[in-house]
């Protein structure tokens, strides 16, 4: 499932083709993914220009001259595809710029999404109104989390994957995060001390720069040979590697919290 990492990939990869250019042509190949296609999107997008891209949370923006936004996310199995040798089933929206280069949106399970907001408000459109800070952006401080976590009684791994707390943390994240900071999943929030936010904010912007700067550095302009975009893999502390010695010598544990697993070290995180 493509992550913050991944998107922020995705975007920058994007952004090499799509930047500046006049999106000459448009086609959605079905009615819809997780829901329909909005109904003016062709209408919209058609002849427009891109001005910029950009991130929030999850989702990718494509910003255009006419006050109007793209914004689509992957859902679980979304990828975009640069100039394929041929549009395939999965391909359900396609752009062709002005420059002669295609750009496909592939997605296989369908749950990613594609919407259309007036740029000015895309802090009110719903998905965003309520978002937490980003975990990149100046908005995220202990301080912040702090008043979060004041008097809460659910586990910390939970509360981070709130997105009304912080915006766009996926749950390896918060694993990986934790472990760094020495901070035990289960805890509750509340009880989490100042200091030891002020080791996880850190921790939480280094492991997602160091997921985008791999991502980055094992693409090439951030696309595979094959043209796909985004997907890299990485070596986890803790993440999926139950059983295995964490490097302190003891085995990392799994839990389940809120339907997902968590992983971690019971000697190291507190
Ligand atoms: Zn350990």
Redesign the pocket.
């Known amino acids: 499932m493509p992550e913050l990492p991944e998107v922020e990939t995705t975007v920058r990869g994007l952004a090499h083709v799509l930047d500046g250019q006049v999106i000459a042509r448009i086609e959605t190949r079905r009615a819809d993914l997780r829901r329909p296609f909005p109904p003016n999107l062709v209408q919209a997008l058609t002849g427009a220009r891109v001005t910029s891209l950009g991130r929030r949370a999850k989702y990718g923006l494509i910003h255009t001259d006419r006050d109007q936004t793209m914004v689509f996310h992957l859902g679980m199995s979304g990828r975009w595809r640069i100039d394929p040798d041929e549009i395939g089933k999965h391909d359900h929206l396609v752009l062709e710029t002005g420059a002669g280069r295609t750009l496909a949106l592939n997605d296989a399970r369908r749950f990613g999404s594609v919407d259309l907001v007036d740029t000015g408000a895309l802090e009110q459109w719903p998905q965003f109104a309520a978002m937490g800070p980003e975990p990149l952006g100046p908005g995220l401080t202990s301080a912040h989390l702090a008043k979060a976590f004041e008097n809460r009684f659910a586990a910390v791994k939970l509360l981070l994957l709130d997105q009304q707390i912080v915006a766009g943390l996926g749950n390896i994240y918060v694993c990986e995060a934790l472990h760094r900071a020495k901070i035990h999943p289960e805890r509750e929030a509340g009880k989490v001390s100042r200091a030891a936010l002020n080791r996880l904010v850190p921790e939480i912007r280094a492991v997602l720069e160091e997921a985008i700067r791999a991502g980055g550095s094992t693409l090439r302009d951030y696309v595979r040979p094959d043209g796909e975009l985004g997907y890299f893999a990485k070596d986890w502390r803790v993440y999926g590697r139950e059983g295995d010695p ?5 085995p990392v544990s799994r839990v389940v919290q809120g339907g997902r697993s968590t992983f971690f ?1 019971a ?2 995180q507190k």
């Open positions: 964490c490097a302190c010598g003891k070290c000697s190291c």
